[in-house]
C-alpha cells in the first residue's frame, strides 16, 4: 500500500508563492499533483517520472508551477509562483502504479494512490 502526505498549503496573497510537498512510501512510480476547487472537477497540474522528468503541465499553470521529486528523499514538490485567486483549491498528490509516465495528459483515472490533500487560499 502506498501512503502519501502532502503539506505546505496555506494561505498567501497574489503574486507569491508557496511550495507543496508530498511525502511517499516509495520512490518508484509516476507521480503527479492535482488541484480541486470547490463545485469543480479535480483538475491535473503535472506529472513526472521516476527520474525526474516532469511531462503534461496544465495551461492554467504552465510556466508558473514547477513539479520536482527527490527520490532520495521520498518526496514530491509542487513550487508555485504568480499565484493567482483562481489558484485557490486543495491540493492533492498522486501515484501510479508504474515508474513511467505514458501519455501527454495528467488523468485523475491513471493514478490509483492519492494524499489526503493541502489546502492553498489565494486571496487578492
Known amino acids: 500500500q502506498v501512503q502519501l502526505v502532502e503539506s505546505g498549503g496555506g494561505s498567501v496573497q497574489a503574486g507569491g508563492s508557496l511550495r507543496l510537498s508530498c511525502v511517499a512510501s516509495m520512490n518508484d512510480r509516476c507521480m503527479a499533483w492535482f488541484r480541486q476547487a470547490p463545485g469543480k472537477e479535480r483538475e491535473g497540474l503535472a506529472k513526472?517520472?521516476?527520474?525526474?522528468?516532469?511531462?503534461g503541465y496544465a495551461d492554467s499553470v504552465k510556466g508558473r508551477f514547477t513539479i520536482s521529486r527527490d527520490n532520495g528523499k521520498n518526496t514530491l514538490y509542487l513550487q508555485m509562483n504568480s499565484l493567482k485567486s483562481e489558484d485557490t483549491a486543495m491540493y492533492y498528490c498522486a501515484a501510479q502504479m508504474v515508474s513511467y509516465c505514458s501519455g501527454s495528459g495528467v488523468r485523475r483515472t491513471a493514478f490509483v494512490y492519492w494524499g489526503q490533500g493541502t489546502q492553498v487560499t489565494v486571496s487578492s
Open positions: 513526472i517520472n521516476t527520474g525526474g522528468d516532469a511531462v
